[in-house]
């Protein structure tokens, strides 16, 4: 096992997901003491980046005794100058900030950069830098404006990279992973079917003879999660899907229909007019969601009572929704309707999310180790707050009217063009309007947004190139097929800095 000792960067469970990716198991940790980390007997430990100065007042350091357990370290970004700071090397703030992509060249003979290209693009995000490594490490890669990009001391394994090796944009970084592995001596036989067998065992563990309910969209996540409780619980696990009035077009109906097949509880509960009453006049992208979080709590409580005597609710939460509604000392991007949209007060004895650390495509590995239908393991991500985040502004009903009909459009011809390999693509509601000319009158009307991305782990993205030819029968279904549509916009930035939906 190697622990991963958290220090609130934005990309740390993307580490964990690197090391599963070399079959070793990962847990991720907050603020442990010695004694802890010991009793978990890790091979290896990965101090994360993180958001603080290692010379702040109260910054999290970890305990300077695991430089002696005999385990080799790997420091990224904060956790390389938390290292530098516990050994004794110093760290201050560095004249040129670096940002983004980076060439990072590898001087002098490295461990952990065995089989490494010389030169190669890294991705930084830093204000302090090392300055003078401690004792016994030698400096084994260096950028521009980063003369200590990289550093180790290879009689105790002890390794240090101010880059960060786990985003795709470090070209080397999987290398980097795979080398620290290999120096750690792990044996590689952990795999996604491993995480099934042991996920189930827990549930059976936690929940014994309790009833729960599970919070089900339809979508792979909440699908997967309950495909999870109905191998631990059977016929005590009731499903709830509610339609929000903010799903897709046909939406409802789909789903109704394939998981009235599977062998569970499923009681479908028609809320749409509940949910826009409360979203009337709301336009503040996070109070939206949390409107939502709120409202789908409040459903679930009255379904429960109805039941009786529910203890738990399983969310199909993954890792994405709790990094970005904020963890720790990380900052909040958006409050993902399941996490930080929750209310202070649920009314159930405890919320179960045994997907909670995984990323979407560990998702549906495990959704096919548990045998579910392609069609939902390969479905792409719908969020939670359905349309209401991609409606700029106030939520209407004639708006998710126009969203529900060029989405719609845009499906249809993606599929019919056999566009293949796009991870997510929809078509959202800007909150402009502009001027435009339709059978020789004027006309003043919205603009429909196309969005279409590639990703693995949907924490960062890359705009899709959808041929020309597909999006301007697109545009043109758009404007004659939809009243109140004169304009159709194609987003083309990446994540970051934008994210995927537009709220
Ligand atoms: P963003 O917009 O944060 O989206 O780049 C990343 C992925 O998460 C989905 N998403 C959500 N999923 N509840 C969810 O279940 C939410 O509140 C939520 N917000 C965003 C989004 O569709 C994309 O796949």
């Not at 603080?52 to 999290?60: G, H, N, W």
């Not at 939670?384 to 106030?394: D, F, K, V, Y």
């Amino acid at each position: 096992m190697i622990l991963v000792l958290d220090f609130g960067g934005q990309y740390n469970q993307l580490i964990a997901r690197r090391v599963r990716e070399n079959n070793v198991y990962c847990e991720v940790h907050t603020a442990l003491s010695f004694e802890k980390i010991r009793s978990l007997k890790p091979e290896g430990i990965i101090l994360t980046g993180g958001p603080q100065s290692v010379y702040e007042k109260d910054s999290l350091l970890p305990p300077e005794k695991i430089f002696s357990l005999g385990v080799p370290i790997l420091g990224i970004c904060y956790g390389a100058q938390a290292m530098t700071k516990i050994l004794g090397g110093e760290v201050k703030p560095a004249s040129v900030r670096e940002y983004g992509k980076t060439e990072v060249e590898i001087i002098g003979a490295s461990k952990l950069f065995k089989g490494v290209e010389k030169k190669s693009v890294a991705w930084m995000s830093h204000t302090d830098r090392i300055f003078s490594p401690p004792e016994n490490f030698s400096v084994t890669a260096a950028t521009k404006n980063c003369p200590v990009a990289a550093m180790e001391n290879p009689a105790q394994n002890f390794f240090a990279v101010q880059f960060h090796p786990e985003v795709v944009h470090t070209v080397e970084g999987a290398k980097i992973f795979s080398n620290f592995v290999d120096i750690c001596g792990c044996k590689r036989d952990w795999k996604m079917s491993s995480f099934v067998v042991d996920t189930v065992e827990n549930l059976k563990k936690k929940i014994g003879g309790g009833k729960v309910l599970c919070a089900l969209s339809g979508g792979v996540d909440s699908s997967v999660a309950a495909a999870l409780l109905s191998k631990a619980v059977g016929k005590n696990l009731t499903c709830v899907f509610v339609d929000h009035g903010l799903l897709r077009k046909n939406e409802a109906v789909e789903v109704e229909e394939v998981f009235s097949k599977f062998d569970l509880n499923f009681i479908k509960v028609d809320a749409g007019e509940r949910f826009l009453k409360k979203l009337r006049g709301v336009v503040e992208p996070e109070r939206k969601r949390k409107i939502i979080g709120e409202e789908f709590i409040r459903v679930f409580e009255e379904v429960s009572k109805k039941i009786g005597a529910v203890d738990f609710l399983v969310q199909g939460t993954i890792y994405p929704d709790v990094i970005e509604s904020g963890l720790g000392k990380s900052a909040v991007i958006k409050s993902h309707h399941n996490v930080g949209g929750l209310p202070d007060f649920v009314d159930f004895k405890e919320i179960v999310e045994p997907l909670r650390l995984l990323f979407k495509d560990e998702v549906r590995q495990a959704g096919r180790e548990l045998g579910l239908p392609e069609k939902i393991v390969s479905r792409q991500p719908f969020p939670g707050p359905g349309l209401a985040i991609r409606i700029i502004g106030e939520v209407t009903a004639e708006k998710i009217k126009i969203v529900q009909e060029a989405d719609a459009i845009f499906r249809e011809e993606i599929s019919s063009a056999g566009v293949k390999n796009l991870s997510q693509y929809f078509a959202a509601l800007t909150n402009m309007r502009s001027v435009g000319v339709m059978g020789d009158g004027r006309t003043y009307d919205c603009a429909v947004a196309l969005r279409g991305v590639l990703t693995d782990d949907f924490m960062t993205a890359e705009a899709a190139k959808i041929p020309w030819e597909v999006l301007s029968v697109v545009a043109n279904r758009i404007v004659n097929e939809i009243r109140g549509v004169n304009r159709v916009l194609y987003d083309c930035t990446s994540k970051p800095p934008a994210t995927i939906e537009f709220e």
